[in-house]
């Protein structure tokens, strides 16, 4: 490598990954005082983590646009919405490579997944289908530094400062009550960790499953009994339904308000029946909708089915979770000739 390439590598580097002070700012100072006085952490060594924070600007971006590229002028020309948001996500989600390794995952696992299953009542396809979705199976878990990354959210200009400065500070309670460098740690561009993806505060959730003395989602035992963990503190009901797709008149539904925040009777859907003859779920229903190309597609969804929007809270996000592990189950019986339980 010739001394010029050697340069401009190093001054890209320097741009795109700056070293900041952050003790200099006012609100840290006031965030330290905080923790020294409420969490009792030690002055000296909060000083030194928050003196050589680097910069992450590509985070950043994603929650302040002005950090990113520079936005191209708008067209003068009116745009529609396109229809089929729901065809775009589910080819994104749901392909037949991430059901053949959440089969294999599940199977790997099976004798966690069955001890996970007699404690907490979660089928092991919805704790794989999060695991999943959220780090692919263990491979993708994050290359962003977890605390530099909370502390350019929490201390820069964006729209969600104030969340990011309550999650620095459970990552930072978190790092001290279980004794590791919160420097150390990986995560998504937002400081999710692990194979479930937790938010730091999420570690209330997490179970150490494996008895080793550590609660960790980075570990496949803790992180699968953390998310059925989490999935039954939030009221996961062992054996009830949880979505079921059903017919109405017409093409595109507009008639009443969907979304798994509304609740319905079923008495009061006149016109709007299950497929499934054999779905007999008699609390009150969720309308979901997923907007095709052609026609929107109509399902209800039980109360297990708002549990799963408890972990990430879109109906399109929980309708994968649902619909993939449905796919890993139906692969895993047919592969395997049995339903793991």
Known sequence: MNQLKLILIVIFLSITIQAKDYTQKKEVQYFINMMVNKHHFNRWYLNKLFKDVKFQRRALAIFNPEFGKKPKKKSKKKRFPKHGSWD????????????????????????????????YGVPPEYITAIIGIESYYGQN?????????????????????????????????????????????????????????????SYAYAVDFNKDGKRSMQTTSDAIAGIANYFKKNGWQMGELIATRVSYKGNRFNERETGYIHKYLRTDLKGIAPKNKKWNYSGKVRLLKLDRYNYDELWYGAKNFYVITRYNHSTYYSMAVHQLAQKIKEGYKKKYGSYLR
């Not at 775009?88 to 089969?103: A, F, Q, S």
């Not at 977890?146 to 990552?171: G, H, I, M, Q």
């Open 141 to 201: 878990r994050g290359k962003f530094p977890a605390f530099d990354t909370l502390t350019t959210l929490a201390f820069e200009r964006n729209r969600r400062s104030k969340y990011f400065k309550f999650e620095l500070e459970k990552l930072l309670l978190l790092s001290k009550r279980d004794k590791f460098n919160p420097k150390d740690v990986k995560s998504s561009y937002a400081g999710a960790i692990g194979l479930g993806q937790f938010m730091p505060s």
């Open 88 to 119: 775009r996500y589910e080819k994104n989600i749901l392909g037949d490579t991430r059901v053949k390794k959440g089969i294999e995952y599940m199977r790997n696992n099976s004798a966690i997944f069955h001890e996970v299953y007699k404690k």
